[in-house]
């Protein structure tokens, strides 16, 4: 049985060689107005959700992708930064299609722990979810949902190697992973993940660092 793992990214290129066999499926988080509401048009604005559709796929090949396209444009191009809103609806709706996995690469840099991010991510929590987030390349401080608790955060570390973790703060369930960035090192750890519950979907978030902290390099 395959192993569900939601992108909320940039969308995703169903052309993309990767899955000439198997297609993502997924959907798009839409601005409208002052509003937010689900269409089906999840292609990729950018590039980089199937990039990481891709890394995640290739790592594990028992995985079926399922994208929520949370980019989004204007007669500019596409946006770089992301609204609370969109983030948290994207995951939320991994949550309620029972994708047990989660990979995320955009991150906000303020949130309220009353806030609908922090709401949404109790909920995954709650309901069996793992979600996986990059830092902020470049910059040290917290950015949410990678820093909030229950998140595995995750930043690049360019001594490591593929398929190789470290620790980097126990606490708050945060690792270093290879990459040349810090979403290609957050789409490693969640197909690590994936690999975990191809052979035991039971695990949950701390079981799931915990193995990860067992194989962990120093």
């Not at 949550?95 to 949404?120: E, H, K």
């Not at 979810?129 to 950015?143: C, D, H, K, M, Q």
């Not at 490591?160 to 957050?186: F, H, K, R």
């Amino acid at each position: 049985m395959a192993t569900l793992i939601g992108i909320v990214d940039t969308g995703v290129d169903l052309k993309h060689q990767c899955f000439k066999r198997k297609k993502p499926s997924g959907i798009c988080v839409r601005r409208k107005g002052n509003n937010y509401c689900f269409e089906s048009d999840f292609h990729d604005l950018h590039g980089h959700g199937t990039a990481m559709a891709a890394l995640i796929h290739s790592f594990c090949r028992k995985s079926q992708i399922h994208v929520v396209r949370i980019a989004q444009e204007d007669e500019n191009g596409v946006i770089a930064r992301v609204q609370e809103q969109a983030l948290a609806m994207g995951i939320e709706w991994c949550v309620d299609q029972g994708i047990r996995i989660v990979n995320v690469s955009y991150n906000i840099a303020d949130a309220a722990d009353d806030g609908v991010l922090a709401r949404v991510c109790r909920k995954a929590y709650a309901q069996g979810t793992i979600l996986i987030a990059a830092y902020r390349n470049g910059e040290r401080g917290p950015v949410y949902p990678a820093a909030f608790p229950t998140v595995i955060g995750v930043r690049r570390r360019g001594d490591l190697q593929p398929g190789q973790v470290s620790v980097l703060d126990e606490e708050n369930l945060d690792l270093y992973a290879w990459g040349t960035s810090n979403s290609i090192a957050c789409a490693q750890v969640s197909a690590m993940v994936g690999r975990i519950h191809t052979v035991d979907d039971r695990y949950g978030l701390e079981e799931v660092f915990a193995f990860l902290k067992e194989v962990a390099v120093p």
